[in-house]
């Protein structure tokens, strides 16, 4: 008889052999959306402010103010929050994780004493965590939809500093949501840099050739210094706290009935 091979029973949850194989991916998938939640709700993070930029802005290089206004008002905006009466954390800032942008968001958080988050995925180059995250609150992804899923569903506001593909695929994702009403809270938008940003789209021609609707233009906020992005911000944010931690945003999905009644929430 052949000697008793503990890994051979292994139970499922502990073989990571499974764990690794396509088989497993949905699992793989729904830990990504289980463990952040668990790390949430254990620091009591209610909402969420992200910043999203380029990690390639670097604080001594090209463009290098953008690096030093990020952090400000990351600083700013973390000071605000914790003025605020609250049981819980609220308007966190949230980071990808990485350098750049990222990393001053999380810096700036840090200079007034607060936590801040780092939402993390692995990418052949330049994204690694920094030094700045709330090491409880850093998270690494494998799936780009699940991290964009907890950017999407914490977030009261997003502040989108410059930057390349990345950064546009975060922009027009949240855009396509606040546009559609696919979630049922707004989500502000605000575009730090306006000069980088209107030479870069030009929304006011997507409105002349029909693409989008003139009010379309109003779910768009442009900030040029660290004062006036905080001013959007406080002006605009409902600062009364969802009755749950974290204030996670629903999905709204009609069915074939069209009255309000047969609004369903997922």
Not at 151 to 175: M, Q, R, Y
Request: hydrophobic share 40%; net charge negative.
């Amino acid at each position: 008889m052949l000697p008793f091979n503990p890994n051979s029973h292994a139970f499922a949850y502990k073989n990571n052999a499974f764990l690794d194989s396509d088989d497993a991916r949905p699992l793989r998938i729904l830990a990504e959306y289980l463990g952040p939640l668990n790390a949430f709700r254990r620091q009591r993070v209610h909402d969420i402010i992200v910043f999203f930029g380029s990690a390639r802005l670097l604080e001594d290089g090209p463009l290098a103010s953008f690096y030093a206004q990020a952090r400000e008002l990351a600083r700013l905006v973390t000071e605000w929050s914790q003025s605020l009466p609250a049981d819980g954390q609220r308007f966190t800032v949230c980071s990808g994780g990485g350098g750049g942008i990222m990393e001053a968001a999380n810096r700036g958080a840090v200079d007034s004493g607060g936590h801040t988050i780092g939402l993390n995925i692995g990418l052949p180059r330049e994204q690694r965590p920094n030094p700045y995250v709330t090491p409880e609150l850093c998270f690494e992804f494998h799936y780009f939809f699940m991290r964009k899923l907890w950017f999407a569903h914490l977030a009261k506001a997003i502040v989108i500093f410059p930057g390349g593909f990345g950064t546009l695929d975060e922009l027009f994702e949240i855009l396509t949501l606040a546009q559609t009403r696919k979630l049922d809270r707004d989500i502000l938008i605000v575009l730090y840099g306006s000069a980088y940003w209107r030479e870069l789209i030009n929304f006011e021609a997507l409105v002349r050739h029909g693409m989008i609707s003139p009010e379309d233009l109003n779910l768009i906020h442009f900030a040029d210094d660290p004062a006036t992005a905080l001013k959007v911000l406080t002006d605009s944010l409902n600062v009364a706290k969802d009755p749950v931690t974290p204030a996670f945003a629903r999905s709204v999905t009609s069915c074939c009935d069209t009255t309000a009644e047969s609004l369903t929430r997922s």
